[in-house]
C-alpha cells in the first residue's frame, strides 16, 4: 500500500525527512539531482538516524560514524556498518511523494 509523504515541492534536494508509517522509521532523501529514495532511518550499526545524515548523490552518510549507504540498494558502502538497511519503492503522482511500505 502506498502512503502519501509530502508535496515533492516540500523536500528540497540534498535533503531528507523521517517520517513514520505505522510506527516505523523511514527516511525519504531527495538526491541532488531531484530523485527520490526511501530506506530504513536507523544506521545498521546504531540506534542513529540516517535522515539527519550528509546527502551526497545517491549515498547517505551517517553524521554519527561515517558509515555511507547506498540509496538504491541499501548496502553499507563503508564501515563501521556492515550489515544494509531496508529500501522502499518511492512513487511520484501529481508532485506528490508516496512510500510503498506494507
Do not use: Q
Not at 515541492?9 to 517520517?19: E, Y
Not at 530506506?39 to 553524521?63: A, M, P, R, Y
Not at 563501521?80 to 506494507?102: G, K, S, W
Amino acid at each position: 500500500m502506498a502512503t502519501k509523504i509530502c508535496s515533492l515541492d516540500d523536500l528540497k534536494p540534498g535533503k531528507a525527512i523521517r517520517v513514520k508509517i505505522n510506527d516505523h522509521a523511514i527516511a525519504i532523501i531527495r538526491t541532488p539531482n531531484g530523485d527520490v529514495k526511501a530506506l530504513d532511518d536507523k544506521c545498521s550499526h546504531g540506534e542513529i538516524s540516517l535522515s539527519e545524515g550528509f546527502v551526497d548523490n545517491e549515498t547517505v552518510e551517517c553524521w554519527a560514524h561515517g558509515a555511507k549507504f547506498d540509496l538504491n540498494t541499501g548496502k553499507p558502502l563503508s564501515l563501521p556498518a556492515y550489515e544494509p538497511v531496508a529500501t522502499y519503492e518511492v512513487l511520484i503522482d501529481n508532485n506528490d511523494i508516496y512510500v510503498e511500505y506494507e
